[in-house]
Every structure is written in structure tokens, then in C-alpha cells.
């Protein structure tokens, strides 16, 4: 299986601030990650696909890029509605994994 | 717009057998995959499995002796079958479309399932 290794696990922030989660593979998966927020009680939603491909409705302020084994999700200028937990998936080879998370909290 | 709807018991007792159904609304369930999903109370997701409109099933090799996952077209849904359970099984279930980009887009809410005697 492809691990996923996602850091910081936990990350305090505040509105405005700009940061970066790193989503680190054990082995290549080309372009073919996904980006999820999540909030408690919810479903996960796709933010970015592919990459660095934006799902429709999600502000320009969320941007990722990367290829291989690293990847990184970054949020410039957060807002309130960006405190959530934060996954990778992989969507390379079967089976299907995700990262470990990140929970970005309000400082 | 597309929706879907996990449906089934929330409390299956330690042994027995999970099951669950996804309705699947505003779309057709062919020329799709459709997967289930499971995240433990505070923890990450795992990928349990997929079916194909066909009948065409792939399984996460961790679950694979006791998980099947079946499709009904007639029904537009798909169902989850997860025997011999155990309290570590105890989790959100989710389904989800995979998109013809092979990502997932639409998620249904998710049902708590608990495993307890």
C-alpha cells in the first residue's frame, strides 16, 4: 500500500495568517492526489484534485501543488470558514489511501 | 444534483454481520464506480471498496476476506456487506461516486455504525 504521511498533524492559526500542509508519499503517484476539508459532523469535500486543480466553488486563496512523492496545500490569507481538518488521498494504485490528517485550529 | 444516502442499523452486535445500503438520487448509478468509505470516531479515512455499475468489485486487501459490496441498477443503489465485525469496526460509513477524473465529488452524509454488544 502507498502511505501517506501528512504533517503538521496539528496546526494553530490565525485569520489572515498563510499556511502550508505537506502531504509526503511512500512511493510515486504522479499528479493523482486530492485535497479534502472536513468538518465535524460532515462529509469530507474535494477541494483540489489532480494536484493542483481547484474543485469548482473553492477560493483562489487555496492553492496545491507538488508531483511525485511531495505535495503541499497551501491557504493564503485564512478565514474563518478554513479552521477544519485537512486530508490527502491518493488515487494512484489500489487501494485507495489517505493521510493522517491535519485539524487547523484557531490561535 | 446528484445525492446520496447511507441507510442501515446503527448498532450491530460484536461477530454479527454490518450492512448498509446507499440510494443513490438525481443521477443514474451506471457508467459510474461507486465506493464505501469508513472513518473511526477521530480518526482518519480508510477505503473499503468499490463496485462498478457491472458488478465489478475491488476491495482494500485489509478487508477483503469479510467485505462484499454489491450494485442494484434496478434500485439505483449500492450496498455494503462487512461480516464478523468487531468493536474496531466501529466507524462513520460513507459512500461516494468516483468522478469520470477518478476523483470523489459527491459523498453521502455518513451513518454511524457501532459495533457493541
Known amino acids: 500500500d502507498i502511505q501517506l504521511t501528512q504533517s503538521p498533524s496539528f496546526l494553530s492559526a490565525s485569520v489572515g495568517d498563510r499556511v502550508t500542509i505537506t502531504c509526503r508519499a511512500s512511493q510515486g503517484i504522479g499528479s493523482h492526489l486530492a485535497w479534502y476539508q472536513q468538518n465535524p459532523g460532515k462529509a469530507p469535500q474535494l477541494l483540489i484534485y489532480?494536484?493542483?486543480t481547484l474543485q469548482t466553488g473553492v477560493p483562489s486563496r487555496v492553492s496545491g501543488r507538488g508531483s511525485g512523492t511531495e505535495f503541499t496545500l497551501t491557504i493564503t490569507s485564512l478565514q474563518p470558514e478554513d479552521f477544519a481538518t485537512y486530508y490527502c488521498?491518493?488515487?494512484?494504485?489500489?487501494?485507495?489511501?489517505f493521510g493522517g490528517g491535519t485539524k487547523v485550529e484557531i490561535k | 444534483q446528484v445525492q446520496l444516502h447511507e441507510s442501515g442499523p446503527g448498532l450491530v452486535k460484536p461477530s454479527e454481520t454490518l450492512s448498509l445500503t446507499c440510494i443513490v438520487s438525481g443521477d443514474s448509478i451506471n457508467s459510474y464506480y461507486w465506493s464505501w468509505f469508513r472513518q473511526p470516531p477521530g480518526k482518519g479515512l480508510e477505503w473499503i471498496g468499490y463496485?462498478?455499475?457491472?458488478?465489478?468489485?475491488n476491495y482494500n486487501p485489509s478487508l477483503k476476506s469479510r467485505v462484499t459490496i454489491s450494485v442494484d441498477t434496478s434500485k439505483n443503489q449500492f450496498s455494503l456487506r462487512l461480516t464478523s465485525v468487531t468493536a474496531a469496526d466501529t466507524a462513520v460509513y460513507y459512500c461516494?461516486?468516483?468522478?469520470?477524473?477518478?476523483?470523489?465529488?459527491?459523498w453521502g452524509q455518513g451513518t454511524l455504525v457501532t459495533v457493541s454488544s
Open positions: 463496485v462498478y455499475y457491472s458488478g465489478t468489485t
Open positions: 489532480d494536484t493542483s
Open positions: 461516494a461516486r468516483r468522478e469520470f477524473s477518478r476523483y470523489y465529488y459527491y
Open positions: 488521498q491518493q488515487l494512484h494504485t489500489y487501494p485507495l489511501t
